[in-house]
């Protein structure tokens, strides 16, 4: 049920941003940085807060319902099926995160905020220079997933991902209500088919067992509910209680 709705607005948000080449207005790792050493406020600055800020309330649940990279991730697992494994590699976007922020941070403290230009980085730039960026944000994507498996970039290096498990990380901490994944293991028949559907090849059936959802790699894509004929997993909106979190960093 949940798929019906998710895939077709994650896949034309994927579509969307690329083709009106406005990916990297948003999300560029790079602009974002150059903003912070000339002092400006730029689109993705604003973003990256938001996505912050939403995480408190939603977990994960930009990356699997309305990520552009998420997006094309879908696409390539209609050709893909092989999963791409939960190693220690995940930890490389924790790596790529903190020294990309740290960089930003020391931009802003040495240089101030003087101006706010959403357009900052893509107003000024040629309509080839666009085209050349949106390609290669692909073309990062296609290898990694072709090599490792579906949704390899989620997983080893999306700078974004680490701002949404700090999110969630707090507001779990502070026992704020949000979304989230709630099990009933006594409906469970360990079939396994919440675990074989997950795209990031998470033990699903064994945290539902446990009693254990809360998980840092789980982008509640709503896989798990679809699958579960025993109807066993359920989305839910409220504080978390007694359950120990699992795969927190």
Known sequence: ???????????????????????????????????????????????????????????RAYCSWFCPGCGIQEVLALIIKRK???SKATYIKYFIFTVWLGVIIIGYLLNGIHKIDLTYGMSDITIERKIILTIGAIILIVPLTAIFGRFASCKYICWQAPFMIIGTKIRDYFHLVGLRLSCDNSKCNECKSCS????????????????????????????????????????TFKKLKHERLTRMV
């Open 196 to 235: 074989k559907k997950c795209p990031m090849d998470l033990n699903v059936m064994q945290n539902v067992k446990n009693g254990t959802m809360s998980d840092s790699e789980c982008i509640l894509c709503a896989n798990c509910i679809d699958t579960c004929k025993q109807k066993a997993i359920k989305f």
């Open 1 to 59: 049920m949940f798929q019906r709705i998710r895939k077709p607005i994650v896949i034309s948000t994927a579509i969307l941003f690329h083709l009106l080449l406005i990916f990297h207005l948003f999300f560029s790792p790079v602009i974002i940085v150059l903003a912070s050493y000339k002092s400006i406020i730029n689109a993705s600055f604003v973003a990256f807060v938001i996505i912050l800020l939403l995480s408190l309330f939603f977990g």
């Open 84 to 86: 791409s494994k939960n």
